[in-house]
């Protein structure tokens, strides 16, 4: 094996590892559906409704 298939290897090994303690640390959710749970349980924390910010179709 080269040194770059290694150095390839060992980024995406990095990146998992750093994507699955971000997703502990949010307990399982992806950020919107954290936040958007948090609204529900606190909505006096927040400015503005969260739900109108995720991007995509406005229907």
Known sequence: MSHDILRRHLRDLIDAYNFA???KTL???IPNEFI???WT???NGFII???DQIPGLNT
């Open 21 to 23: 303690q971000w997703l």
């Open 49 to 51: 409704t969260p739900i």
């Open 41 to 43: 349980s606190e909505p």
């Open 27 to 29: 307990k399982g959710l």
């Open 36 to 38: 958007c749970k948090r």
